[in-house]
């Protein structure tokens, strides 16, 4: 069966480091991977999406970053984290159909 | 483009009760719709879906959707609440067509259950 594995799971870090998240997939070839954002009171923004590796799709201009090294894995990035980036963060998978699986999420918290 | 509208961010129903969440969708191809529960602090679960087929759909924890063309709407409802149902709950249409398979959420309802 198909697992979605998402580290950490909370993440306090200041104003101005890096940051990197990581998602990987197991159970499944070339899927569609995708990084999402929960602000506190907000719904869900689409952040990024990767048909491929190396390819990367970015849905918003912001302080992040995206990449997808191998077929199953998915990072995103900072070089300086601002307030604005604190959220839960969600990486989810689809193989088509429609449907998406979400990981666990991050809670990240910059102060 | 898609876009997906829950009425009501927050809706209190008794336990016991009908819960019933709306969900209105526009698409510009038949849609494929979906449902989701997030619990606090987890990643969304999914509820259900409707793809092509029999307009009423069943999913977990009781869960059921209807998919009505005419009224571009997929409500969601459970005949009897219970405790656990607590929780947020999103509407997603997806846009299976284009490359990357990716889904709009609607806002997102909150329901809280009341003893």
């Known amino acids: 069966s198909q697992t979605i594995h998402q580290w950490p799971a909370t993440l306090v870090q200041p104003v101005g480091s890096p940051l990197s998240l990581e998602c990987t997939v197991e159970?499944?070839?070339?899927?569609?991977l995708y990084w999402y954002r929960q602000a506190a009171g907000r719904g869900l923004q689409l952040l990024f999406y990767?048909?491929?590796?190396?390819?990367i799709s970015s849905e918003v201009p912001q302080n992040l970053s995206a990449s997808r090294p191998q077929d199953r894995q998915f990072i995103l990035s900072s070089k300086k984290l601002l307030l604005s980036d604190s959220g839960f963060y969600l990486c989810?998978?689809?193989?088509?159909?429609?449907?998406?699986?979400f990981g666990a999420g991050t809670r990240l918290s910059v102060l | 483009a898609q876009s997906v509208t829950q009425l009501g961010s927050h809706v209190s129903v008794s336990e016991g009760a009908l819960v019933l969440l709306r969900c209105n969708y526009s698409?510009?191809?038949?849609?494929?719709l979906f449902w989701y529960v997030q619990y606090p602090n987890q990643g969304l679960q999914l509820l259900l879906k409707?793809?092509?087929?029999?307009?009423l759909v069943k999913g977990i924890n009781g869960f059921e959707a209807e998919f009505k063309k005419s009224e571009t709407s997929f409500h969601l409802t459970k005949p009897s609440a219970h405790m656990s149902d607590a929780a947020e709950y999103f509407c997603?249409?997806?846009?299976?067509?284009?490359?990357?398979?990716?889904?709009?959420f609607g806002g997102g309802t909150r329901v809280l259950v009341k003893p």
């Open positions: 989810a998978w689809s193989v088509g159909g429609g449907i998406q699986y």
């Open positions: 159970g499944t070839s070339n899927p569609n």
């Open positions: 990767s048909v491929g590796i190396g390819q």
């Open positions: 698409s510009s191809v038949p849609p494929y």
């Open positions: 409707y793809t092509t087929g029999a307009t």
């Open positions: 997603a249409v997806s846009d299976y067509l284009t490359a990357g398979n990716k889904l709009t």
